[in-house]
């Protein structure tokens, strides 16, 4: 006994199925090489595990050839001292400068316009102490002032 069944448009539902069967083998296909995929990643990891490993084999190795702690301790010392001691002389580098620009400063000046109040000239001694400096600089901040004012 044989049965046939009809099957309305076969000629679609024959494309529908073959279709479906490329996009069946489309996916086996993206998941093949997807696995590829994987295990290279895996073969990579191993490698990069095997070489840091190396690596720090190496480390080990140089730490053994480096002297001791106390030598290491000896060292921060003596930097932290030499820097120690630049921080103090820095200041007394800047406050020569500083003496150095308003004594080049003073020579430069022009006689102030007679319409402001005269202002006092720097003093002349060579070692000038901050309220010196102030005071200079206060003056010719006003002197300043005045002449946008005019």
Do not use: W
Not at 36 to 43: D, G, L, N, V
Not at 101 to 106: A, N, Q
Not at 131 to 146: C, F, P, S
Request: glycine share 2%; charged share 45%.
């Amino acid at each position: 006994m044989t049965y046939f069944a009809k099957i309305g448009k076969p000629k679609e539902l024959r494309i529908s199925i073959l279709e479906a069967a490329k996009e069946t083998i489309g996916c086996i296909a993206k998941h093949r090489k997807l696995k590829e995929i994987r295990k290279e990643k895996q073969k990579m990891i191993h490698e990069v595990k095997r070489e840091l490993s190396h690596i720090s084999d190496i480390c080990t190795h140089l730490e053994d050839l480096f002297p001791h702690k106390e030598l290491k301790k000896e060292a921060l010392k003596e930097e932290a001292e030499r820097k120690r001691l630049e921080i103090q002389r820095k200041p007394a580098l800047d406050e020569r400068k500083l003496e150095q620009k308003i004594m080049r400063m003073r020579r430069e000046r022009q006689p102030a316009p007679q319409k402001t109040p005269e202002t006092p000239k720097m003093p002349e001694t060579q070692s000038l102490t901050d309220v010196d400096r102030l005071e200079y600089t206060l003056q010719k901040i006003e002197k300043k002032l005045a002449e946008l004012n005019q």
